[in-house]
């Protein structure tokens, strides 16, 4: 027969219960904070770093030098030159031709999955898709180098070894998974029933796509385009590998070319002494690149909010 507790002892387990969970909950919210206080700090910490070795820079060369010369050369014995216009340039060639590749694929990829796949279809495709995502990209680096330029060179002679027309194609590629994905998520979003109403009027399913499902899905579409361009300027595997370290300032993508980020790379290789000058334009160059990365995260935010549907 089952022990019949006395209320005075329901009422004890009950006050201990009530007292751990009174505990849990005020320990749980300062574990909370304290993670959250981590991410805040390092991020000051990064970017207090950058900001502290770029006036050490500055105070070496001429601001209006580094943003308006067009010559880069760090470690030339002679007269080094510092000029941030030549990463800028690569950097905004081989992320221009990503998104060409990237933002018609990508969108039409998204499309398909959301508005003709079935079920059975989206469930093997995208994680299919996705795969292209967790490539390494140092993988893709020397997929542009040894597959990619020689293709392009069979049809154009004119192209070099490194240029920026390559590494730009395959981050293109790389980039498809994340336009594809967001874009697809936005139109998931879009009530079903402003599909049926369309095709109530008569509209086909590829005028409900263009004319219903997009307009409907801009914000995310266009949020998922602004966050593949931030990932394509802060690309650096590829870039390193497959366009050279030319500091080049053209608009020739057959070109050997340098971005930011290779720029960094090569100066933390070693090939410049720490506390020299050259050293300290990597961070010069890190905190241009930040700031393009912030501003690129800050327009895709306000594009989300400014265009953004609540159903």
């Not at 095709?199 to 005028?207: D, P, Q």
């Amino acid at each position: 027969m089952a022990k019949i507790e006395s209320v005075k002892d329901l009422i004890y387990k009950k006050k201990q219960l009530t007292s751990a969970t009174t505990i849990i909950e005020k320990i749980v919210p300062v574990v909370l904070f304290l993670t959250a206080l981590i991410s805040i700090l390092t991020t000051v910490g990064i970017v207090m770093t950058l900001v502290f070795e770029t006036v050490l820079f500055f105070k070496e060369v001429s601001f209006i030098q580094f943003f308006t010369s067009t010559e880069l050369r760090p470690l030339s014995p002679v007269e080094p030159k510092f000029s941030i216009l030549p990463l800028v340039m690569g950097t905004l060639l081989t992320s221009v031709i990503a998104m060409f590749v990237a933002i018609p694929i990508g969108l039409t990829t998204a499309v398909f999955l959301s508005e003709y796949a079935t079920e059975n279809t989206r469930k093997i495709l995208k994680p299919i898709i996705e795969v292209l995502a967790g490539i390494p990209t140092i993988v893709y680096g020397f997929f542009a180098f040894t597959f990619v330029t020689p293709i392009l060179r069979e049809f154009i002679p004119a192209l070099q070894a490194t240029n920026a027309l390559s590494p730009g194609i395959v981050m293109g590629i790389m980039i498809i998974p994340l336009v594809a994905s967001l874009s697809e998520d936005a139109m998931n979003s879009v009530p079903n029933s402003m599909r049926e109403g369309a095709m109530a009027l008569g509209a086909t399913k590829f005028e409900v796509t263009i004319r219903v499902v997009i307009p409907a899905a801009i914000s995310g579409i266009i949020a998922s385009f602004v966050l593949g361009i931030s990932r394509a300027i802060g690309e650096t595997m590829i870039v390193t590998i497959a366009s050279g370290s030319s500091k080049n300032f053209t608009f020739d993508i057959t070109q050997s070319m340098q971005t930011m980020t290779a720029y960094i790379v090569e100066v933390t290789s070693g090939d410049a002494a720490a506390g020299t000058t050259a050293y300290y334009s990597l961070y010069a160059v890190a905190m241009t690149l930040f700031v393009f990365t912030l501003l690129m995260n800050l327009l895709a935010r306000y594009i989300s909010r400014k265009y953004r549907e609540v159903y």
